[in-house]
């Protein structure tokens, strides 16, 4: 692939290990990546993109026209139709291999920029990429598990089995949120079961997956066969989704766009996989281990400030134990230290631009005009440039109920709703009563109500005494306006095949 020379600027990064200058952003504009070229888009624009700890401009990133979006669908379909296709799982699993170490030896670079780019604290931004080397070596491991099956239909001279197929160029639209893991999490089923991709970043946070991108030459993946188009997404995304070449569009992010991203790929009848949002409950009983409930209610509140899809954002909690629970929860969150991501003691850094900080905002103003009594918590240490930063503390939203506005829409940010509740029947059912059905969590000691609330509760993932955290070999997906398919695991790689059932009868 030809590459031009690139520059990158200084920042000085405090090393949960130790304090250093890395140069992790570069200087020059980002580029797209298609086929074997990295260029500036066809229209010469670009956009900028900010770090969220102090407003600045990051860096300048080249934005992809519809002639550019078009040159890498072409690309990725040459690339499948003439080898790609064609690989074996040997081929296809050494590569997603080599592409983890190298993973792996450029996590802590790849996190920092990710710290810089999204806001989260540098101790958030290692854990969370830490697990991703093993997923690329976990669907490189599964690749043959894609294999079919003979059935033994009526006839005894037919010969009646399936096989399994690649889908062809599959489009991975990502958030702006977690942009280094949901792109690898889409990545890796998509390339294992011998698609090539067309990755479109979030415009908003680029930087991580275009530095990701970099390893994809280096691990010697062929030409076309990973390529990278920045932009919106009603200019980039929707040129991807309505193109006709394209087979599988893989979206996370937003229940808005994801249904207007089912409506575009209706026209040619396109596989979609949506992750989209949440407002997830955490059912608190009174027989439940209040202070590890509480440790898992403020963990979900200062995670990446509350920008996480599966956060549980709506508390129930049981009349009887509400007082002690708010007193337990409360004590941890006044004690969270907000302040700059490159500090190793930042608990929690800014949400990730100026329009989701007023959008936030806008929630909590909305949710005191309903009655709603929000309280803010958290020790704030904003110095210097920090101060411009797009800072919220972590803030409940006290006397709550389930109908609330703002208990009922996904605020995306560290704000959760508190709501009592009298019993196991009223708590199912205002847990249920939403249009979002991504996760939810329940702490009780009693086992028969622990399987009945599972059974009951209208939700993709659940989780019984412990948080939902998701785990690249077990499926992720939700109910309900939560989305469509799985992600993750087994089922991830399904979703990116196609069934083909073959019928030889060998009589002739």
Wanted: charged share 20%.
């Amino acid at each position: 692939m030809r590459s031009h020379p690139r520059k990158s600027s200084p920042f000085i990064c405090r090393s949960p290990r130790k304090e250093r200058r890395m140069n992790v952003i570069d200087s020059n504009p980002y580029e797209l990546l298609i086929g074997e070229t990295w260029r500036a888009g066809a229209e010469g624009r670009t956009f900028d993109t900010f770090n969220p700890a102090n407003a600045q401009v990051l860096a300048r990133v080249h934005e992809a026209s519809a002639a550019d979006v078009d040159a890498a669908v072409q690309a990725a379909h040459a690339a499948y139709e003439t080898h790609w296709r064609k690989t074996t799982p040997t081929q296809r699993g050494k590569l997603l291999r080599r592409l983890a170490d190298l993973f792996e030896r450029d996590r802590e670079k790849l996190a920092w920029i990710e710290t810089l780019n999204v806001g989260k604290p540098i101790t958030h931004s290692l854990d969370s990429l830490k697990a991703m080397p093993e997923s690329l070596e976990y669907f490189a491991g599964i690749i043959p598990a894609l294999r079919g099956e003979t059935i033994p239909v009526g006839n005894a001279d037919v010969l009646n089995f399936t096989i399994r197929e690649p889908l062809g160029v599959c489009a991975l639209i990502m958030p702006w949120n977690y942009p280094m893991t949901l792109t690898i999490n889409k990545l890796g089923p998509a390339l294992a079961a011998g698609n090539t991709v067309i990755i479109k970043p979030s415009e908003v946070t680029p930087l991580s997956t275009m530095a990701l991108a970099r390893l994809f030459e280096e691990a010697g993946f062929p030409p076309g066969v990973i390529n990278v188009v920045n932009g919106s997404g009603a200019a980039v995304g929707e040129r991807l989704v309505s193109h006709p070449l394209v087979a599988r569009v893989s979206f996370t992010g937003g229940t808005v766009t994801g249904a207007r991203i089912m409506a575009a790929a209706a026209g040619d009848v396109k596989r979609v996989t949506l992750e989209l949002g949440g407002k997830s409950p955490l059912i608190v009983f009174e027989d439940a281990p209040l202070d590890k409930a509480a440790a898992v209610a403020a963990g979900d509140i200062i995670k990446n400030s509350g920008q996480v899809c599966i956060a549980c954002t709506r508390l129930l909690i049981q009349d009887p134990v509400r007082d002690e629970f708010l007193g337990l929860l409360q004590q941890r969150l006044d004690a969270v230290r907000v302040g700059s991501p490159a500090d190793p003691a930042t608990e929690m850094g800014p949400v990730v631009s100026a329009a989701q900080m007023q959008r936030v905002e806008q929630y909590i103003r909305l949710a005191g005009a309903e009655g709603a009594k929000p309280v803010r918590h958290g020790r704030m240490a904003l110095e210097g440039e920090m101060a411009k930063g797009f800072f919220v503390p972590p803030t409940l939203l006290l006397n709550s109920h389930g109908r609330m506005q703002s208990a009922q829409d996904e605020i995306f940010g560290p704000v959760q709703s508190v709501i009592g509740f009298a019993d196991e029947a009223e708590a199912l059912r205002i847990a249920n009563d939403t249009r979002y059905g991504l996760a939810a969590v329940l702490y009780t000691r009693d086992g028969g109500r622990a399987l009945r609330m599972a059974r009951g509760l209208q939700s993709g993932s659940v989780a019984i005494n412990t948080g939902v955290r998701t785990s690249f070999d077990a499926p992720f997906g939700g109910y309900k306006q939560s989305g469509i398919g799985k992600e993750r695991g087994l089922e991830a790689i399904y979703e990116n095949t196609q069934l083909k059932n073959i019928k030889y009868d060998t009589a002739i």
